[in-house]
């Protein structure tokens, strides 16, 4: 079946603005993950889903930052009141569950979206 | 906590050679995974190779192999039979309650 999609591919917005991203996952996938992809900071991971619930939010760097998951299966990361330092290619990824008691389940990666913020 | 060093920010290598990307991981845990992924100009991160580490045998998938050492906590990838379309970014990761902590990469570079 199709893989993970996100849209916008790429996305130029004003210092200021907030910005939606949004993350389709691969179709009966329950678990859900946000990662971030900058030049200082590496690949970090932001939130994670599990069904539309998130147990882990440690990695959201501030309270600009939030993320919802409606039916089990789409995911949007809003930043409200961008700033510079959000430039970054986000990452969403999807499993077929999260994993636990030794199990894992491999992460299958979208194409991203490249945020600017000027 | 954990950590994830990759020391060769930069490799190349030849068509049709062998290339070794290093990775060093930092764990108090006994039961834990580590991944490979490619990451190639068009930004998708691929997964490569998986090493679950209650396992002896190092995994294999077809031209890329690890070498992992559970005790020296390391896990490197090797790449046989280098081909141009082995280009990319290589990210190692370890699996840490179902969130990937990725190293900073090393970029491949392949010459024909």
């Known amino acids: 079946g199709a893989g993970v999609s996100q849209s916008p591919s790429n996305k130029v917005t004003e210092k200021g603005k907030d910005v939606e991203l949004r993350c389709d996952p691969i179709?009966?996938?329950?678990?859900l993950y946000w990662y971030r992809q900058s030049l200082g900071q590496g690949l970090e991971f932001l939130i994670y889903?599990?069904?539309?619930?998130?147990?882990?939010k440690s990695g959201l760097p501030s309270d600009r930052f939030s993320a919802e998951r409606t039916g089990g299966s789409v995911s949007t990361l809003t930043i409200q009141r961008t700033q510079q330092e959000d430039s970054a290619v986000y990452l969403c990824a999807s499993s077929l569950a999260s994993g636990g008691g030794g199990v894992s389940y491999e992460q299958y990666f979208g194409p991203g979206t490249r945020l600017t913020v000027t | 906590a954990q950590t994830v060093t990759q020391s060769q920010p930069e490799m190349s290598v030849q068509e049709a050679e062998t290339v070794t990307l290093s990775c060093t991981y930092d764990?108090?845990?006994?039961?834990?995974?580590l991944f490979w992924y490619k990451q190639p100009p068009s930004r998708q991160m691929i997964l490569v190779i998986r090493q679950e580490a209650y396992k002896q045998q190092n995994a294999t998938e077809n031209r890329f192999s690890v070498n992992f050492q559970k005790a020296a906590k390391s896990f490197s990838l090797k790449i046989s039979d280098s081909q141009l379309g082995d280009a990319a970014m290589y990210f190692c990761?370890?699996?840490?309650?179902?969130?990937?902590?990725f190293g900073t990469g090393t970029r491949l570079q392949v010459f024909p």
């Open positions: 179709s009966g996938h329950t678990a």
């Open positions: 889903f599990q069904g539309n619930s998130a147990p882990d």
């Open positions: 990761a370890y699996l840490r309650a179902d969130k990937l902590i």
């Open positions: 764990t108090s845990e006994s039961d834990y995974y």
